[in-house]
C-alpha cells in the first residue's frame, strides 16, 4: 500500500543549486499534482498534469519545471534554487482527472531548505 | 479567481466541541473537503461534502455548508488532543484542489 511516494524526504541546498523532487504512484491515477505549503499560507499549487502527456501551470509556478514522465511519475524541478523556495512539497495524485470526493492522495512531504 | 479563507488558530478544552469556519468565493465548486495534517506528516482527507448538500455527519465530525453565503464548517464533537493537528478546508469544480490557510487546532486538558 505505497499510495503516494516522495524523494527526497528532506534536503537542503545552496542558493543557485538546481535539484529534482520526484514522485511516484501506484494507484493508476490520471491527474498528478505539486503543492508547496509555507507557514499562513495554506497549500498553493505549483504544477499540475490532468493526464499522462499533458501539464498546467498552477497558482505559483515560477522557478518551477515539471515533468509527467509516465502515468505513474511526476517530477518538479528547481533548476536554480533560491531562498524563497524555502517550503515544504506535497504530491498527489486523483482519478480520472476530476476530482471526487474520496480519491485524492498526498505523499508525506518533501521538506526543502535554500541557504 | 477562487479563494478559500480560515481564521489560523483555535483553541478548545479537551471534550468541547471545536467548529472550524471556512469560506469560499468559487459559486460553481462541485466538492468541499476538509483535511488534517499532524506536525511532520502529509494531508489526510478526514471527510467531504458535494455541493448539493447542507450537511453530512461522520461519527464526531459535522460538516454544514451554507452554499448561499459560500460557508463551510467542521464541528468536532467531544474533541481530544489527539484532534490537536492543522485543518486545512478545500474546494474544487475541476480538477485541482484550492485549500485554504489552514487552522491550527489546541486542545489542552
Known amino acids: 500500500n505505497a499510495g503516494v511516494t516522495q524523494t527526497p524526504k528532506f534536503q537542503v541546498l545552496k542558493t543557485g543549486q538546481s535539484m529534482t523532487l520526484q514522485c511516484a504512484q501506484d494507484m493508476n491515477h490520471n491527474s498528478m499534482y505539486w503543492y508547496r505549503q509555507d507557514p499562513g499560507m495554506g497549500l498553493r499549487l505549483i504544477y499540475y498534469s490532468a493526464s499522462e502527456g499533458t501539464t498546467d501551470k498552477g497558482e505559483v509556478p515560477n522557478g518551477y519545471n515539471v515533468s509527467r514522465l509516465n502515468k505513474r511519475e511526476f517530477s518538479l524541478r528547481l533548476e536554480s534554487a533560491a531562498p524563497s523556495q524555502t517550503s515544504v512539497y506535497f504530491c498527489a495524485s486523483s482519478e480520472m482527472g476530476k476530482l471526487s470526493g474520496n480519491t485524492i492522495y498526498f505523499g508525506e512531504g518533501s521538506w526543502l531548505t535554500v541557504v | 479567481g477562487e479563494d478559500v479563507e480560515q481564521s489560523l488558530f483555535l483553541s478548545v478544552r479537551e471534550g468541547d466541541s471545536s467548529v472550524i469556519n471556512c469560506t469560499y468565493t468559487?459559486?460553481?465548486?462541485?466538492?468541499l473537503y476538509w483535511y488534517k495534517q499532524e506536525p511532520g506528516a502529509g494531508l489526510q482527507l478526514l471527510t467531504y461534502?458535494?455541493?448539493?448538500?447542507d450537511m453530512k455527519q461522520d461519527q464526531r465530525l459535522t460538516v454544514l455548508l451554507n452554499k448561499k453565503d459560500k460557508h463551510l464548517s467542521l464541528r468536532i464533537a467531544d474533541t481530544q488532543t489527539g484532534d490537536s493537528a492543522i485543518y486545512f478546508c478545500?474546494?474544487?469544480?475541476?480538477?485541482?484542489?484550492?485549500f485554504g490557510t489552514g487552522t491550527r487546532l489546541q486542545v489542552f486538558p
Open positions: 461534502i458535494f455541493s448539493n448538500m
Open positions: 478545500a474546494e474544487s469544480n475541476t480538477d485541482k484542489l484550492i
Open positions: 468559487d459559486s460553481s465548486s462541485t466538492y
